[in-house]
Nanobody, 121 residues
Framework: QVQLVESGGALVQPGGSLRLSCAAA????????MNWYRQAPGKQRELVAG???????NYADSVRGRFTISRDNAKDTVYLEMSSLKSEDTAVYYC???????????????WGSGTLVTVSS
């Protein structure tokens, strides 16, 4: 299993930038697909960005071009670099690790406890 701890959430002004980090421990980090989700007040949790074990990335339409997901397997850490932040980006951001194999054919998911990002002037 994987233990995930997010950090970096803060109060930032619109147009500002922020970098979130997710440190993983407890398993082989490099084999997991890593994702960032967020949940804003009154809304469902949504996928913001993902990066596969092979390094392929995907982004929600709402953040594409503004956010960048990356991973450093040597540090067992995944990052979310956010720029041009908008008030709509205000949410609790969660780190997710996903893995599937013959023992877990439907996939397994691990979640961090979240870090709050507030975009306000």
């Amino acid at each position: 299993q994987v233990q995930l701890v997010e950090s970096g959430g803060a109060l930032v002004q619109p147009g500002g930038s922020l970098r979130l980090s997710c440190a993983a421990a407890g398993s082989i980090f490099s084999i997991y697909d890593m994702n960032w989700y967020r949940q804003a007040p009154g809304k469902q949790r949504e996928l913001v960005a993902g990066i596969t074990s092979g390094g392929s990335t995907n982004y929600a339409d709402s953040v594409r071009g503004r956010f960048t997901i990356s991973r450093d397997n040597a540090k067992d850490t995944v990052y979310l670099e956010m720029s041009s932040l908008k008030s709509e980006d205000t949410a609790v951001y969660y780190c997710n690790a996903h893995f599937s194999d013959y023992e877990s054919p439907y996939g397994v998911d691990y979640w961090g406890s979240g870090t709050l990002v507030t975009v306000s002037s």
